[in-house]
């Protein structure tokens, strides 16, 4: 009875001679055992980068990567970010040691990261235990509530670019959940300065506006809201700032009061340079008052010193 095989290189069955053969021809036996070779060496090829590192003390980034299994960019930014030395002979020549290497992985173990909390290094057993007041705060700082990146953007009107891009430059926690971003609920509210409820607020401003009514530039106006905590909103790329808070806070209700003169109504009334000026209100302590870029003098302080200047002989 014959016995009927499939050819382990072509894959056709066959009618074999002898329980030993496995190819339906010398041509696919020939070339089966030229696959073997060609895949020894490629093999080999494989290994010879590798076999040649395991010898060698000092490696190049591009070895280094071959070393880590890590593409050499990413050898680039460890280095760039101080977790692994690397040692610069020339323009383009740069080298690693093997040891660094060992010592960055070791000082470095894996720790799992769980959503909300910062990780924060052990502490020895002689360390002293942590007070009671340190334990108040790690609490302080545990996120528990988190706006879900649509969220965010339907609700300050922001685009996911930007919002991702700001979230990483000011330091809000991020929770990635199902390929979802989740931002940190407390941290949105300070960043876009909620810390009242902004739907009982009538009146923004424009950067523009606020510019033109309280005299001052884009940057000092985002610097002031932030220190002083200003309600502000953002809407398809256009920020708006609480005008009540911005009144409030900047009293711009002085600088239409009689009872103060501005710098430059001093320099046209007494025909003095703001030198001079600057040089009177600090010497002779007259109450000054800043609104915006204005500096506001008490009226009666300067018809004072005025008075007393003309007296003089």
């Known amino acids: ?14 009618v074999t001679r002898s329980g030993m053969q496995r190819y339906c021809s010398e041509a ?45 960019q990413y050898i680039y930014k460890l280095v760039a970010t101080g977790k692994l030395k690397a040692s610069r002979i020339s323009n383009r020549m740069a080298f690693i040691r093997k040891a ?9 173990p894996y720790h799992r990261i769980l959503p909300g909390c910062i990780s924060t290094p052990k502490k020895s057993a002689s360390s002293s235990k942590p007070t009671k007041k340190d334990i108040r705060e790690n609490k302080n700082d545990e996120v528990l509530d988190f706006y879900s990146g649509e969220e965010v953007m339907s609700l300050y ?3 996911q670019s930007w919002l991702y891009t700001s979230a990483k430059r000011n330091h809000i926690p991020i929770c990635r959940i199902a390929g979802k971003n989740y931002y940190s609920k407390r941290h949105i509210d300070e960043f876009f300065g909620v810390s009242v409820d902004i739907s009982e607020i009538t009146d923004w401003l424009l950067t523009e506006e606020a510019e033109e009514v309280f005299g001052m530039k884009p940057s ?44 430059e109504q ?4 007494y ?3 703001s030198a ?38």
């Open 266 to 269: 001093v320099r046209q009334i």
């Open 1 to 14: 009875m014959k016995t009927t095989k499939k050819c382990q290189f072509c894959g056709k069955p066959f």
């Open 271 to 273: 025909g003095l340079s």
């Open 220 to 263: 000092a106006l985002r610097a002031y809201a932030y220190r002083h905590k200003i309600p502000t909103k953002r809407e398809y790329g256009r920020t708006y700032y609480s005008k009540s808070h911005l009144d409030e806070l900047r009293r711009t209700d002085l600088v239409n009061d009689e009872r103060y003169y501005t710098v």
């Open 28 to 72: 696919c036996q020939a070339e089966a055992k030229r696959a073997r070779v060609t895949q020894k060496n490629n093999l080999f090829k494989v290994a010879r980068p590798l076999m040649e590192i395991q010898h060698q003390e000092y490696l190049t980034f591009s070895k280094a990567a071959t070393l880590m299994g890590c593409s050499r």
């Open 276 to 313: 001079n000026i600057s040089h009177i209100v600090k010497v002779k302590h007259i109450e000054k008052i800043k609104v915006g870029v204005k500096n506001l003098l008490l009226r009666s302080d300067v018809e004072r010193v005025m008075a007393e200047r003309e007296k003089q002989p």
């Open 157 to 159: 009107k922001v685009k």
């Open 100 to 108: 660094d290497i060992e010592r960055m992985l070791e000082g470095n």
